[in-house]
């Protein structure tokens, strides 16, 4: 059994998403962001950074004692790890995969995010956008995003998947961080043909949509719009017939 600590996030939905994939058996603890549940002490001994996600493992491969493990690329790395799936075997197979995948831990999740994060949930960084400072600041986040996006439609019009020519792990990590696209600077995906091909695949996915579903209670107390932005509520009637198989 694994314990997973998550809220309504976009690296929680990786590790959510990776374990339905993965058809673990786990338990799901929300610890309300808004509410600083992250720093309890009981969550800081299992994550010094007091941030979501974080797993622990009670029946760890190979036996022994429980294993903690945070940073969302981390867990879904354990977790592919632990059951021999969503890596491709072969070294230039493995070597795209490890490409793209780092390539969205550490590029596409941080522009995407950033941007979400800067302008729309945490007040930390809420800029004004009527000053010159805050709009250089919003304009800067919202174009390094578009960018990204543009990026990973670039790399799906050469492979159907993120990792290669298989569902991957990439593609585990990639799809938490594409869902809130309307938060992100992307009010349409008519200029990404391949990023909507790829995107609707995935979010017919019964994983992805158990993996997103975790979590969303009703309690969040985001503002309405905000929570149905997040989620990219309504994205079927986006979808072209025909377009994902
Ligand atoms: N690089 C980390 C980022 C984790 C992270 O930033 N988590 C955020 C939510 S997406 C969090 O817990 N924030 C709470 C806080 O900073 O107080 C990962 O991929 O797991």
């Not at 549940?37 to 010094?48: L, V």
């Not at 429980?66 to 790890?81: K, N, Q």
């Not at 007040?123 to 990973?152: N, V």
Request: net charge neutral.
């Amino acid at each position: 059994m694994i314990d997973f600590y998550g809220f309504i996030t976009t690296m929680s939905w990786r590790v959510g998403i990776a374990l339905e994939e993965l058809g673990l058996a786990y338990r799901f603890h929300s610890l309300h962001l808004g509410r600083g549940e992250q720093r309890a002490p009981e969550h800081a001994a299992r994550n010094p950074m007091q941030k979501v996600p974080v797993i622990v493992d009670h029946a760890p491969k190979g036996g022994g004692t429980g294993i903690t493990v945070f940073e969302s690329g981390g867990i879904i790395l354990y977790l592919a790890e632990k059951t021999d799936r969503l890596i491709p075997t072969g070294t230039r197979e493995r070597a795209e995969f490890w490409t793209w995948f780092f390539w969205i831990i550490a590029s596409y999740g941080q522009d995407v995010g950033l941007c979400g994060a800067a302008f729309h949930r945490d007040p930390r960084y809420r800029l004004d956008k009527q000053t010159d400072y805050g709009r250089t600041t919003y304009e800067f986040f919202t174009e390094a995003s578009i960018a990204a996006h543009h990026k990973l439609d670039a790399r799906l019009a050469e492979r159907e998947y993120v990792g290669g020519r298989e569902f991957s792990l990439a593609d585990v990590a990639a799809i938490g961080s594409t869902v809130p696209l309307r938060l992100h600077g992307i009010e349409s995906l008519d200029g990404l043909p391949n990023l909507a091909r790829w995107y609707e695949q995935m979010r017919k996915r019964p994983a992805v949509a158990k993996g997103l579903a975790l979590g969303r209670d009703g309690r969040s107390g985001l503002p309405a719009d905000y929570e149905a932005a997040l989620f990219d509520d309504g994205w079927e009637t986006r979808a072209k017939p025909g377009r994902a198989s």
